[in-house]
């Protein structure tokens, strides 16, 4: 339920989507989300991150 009203309230903030998408990227990269929990509207900025940090591999199409 707190993860739930976090989310919501990141993504209303100005920037809120692009710190969200930031905040998935590095928990996948650390191991602790499945790329498969990320939303699919964030996929793309989550995509674009994690092939910038040259973690590509990470993705599951």
């Known amino acids: 339920m707190i993860r739930r009203i976090l989310f919501w309230l990141l993504l209303r903030?100005?920037?809120?989507?692009?710190?969200?998408?930031?905040f998935f990227a590095q928990r996948i990269i650390l191991g602790k989300t499945e790329y498969k929990a990320v939303p699919e509207s964030l996929r793309g900025q989550v995509n674009e991150i994690l092939i910038?940090?040259?973690v590509e591999f990470m993705i599951e199409q």
């Not at 809120?16 to 998408?21: L, P, R």
């Open 13 to 22: 903030l100005e920037g809120g989507e692009t710190m969200v998408a930031m």
């Open 52 to 54: 910038e940090s040259g």
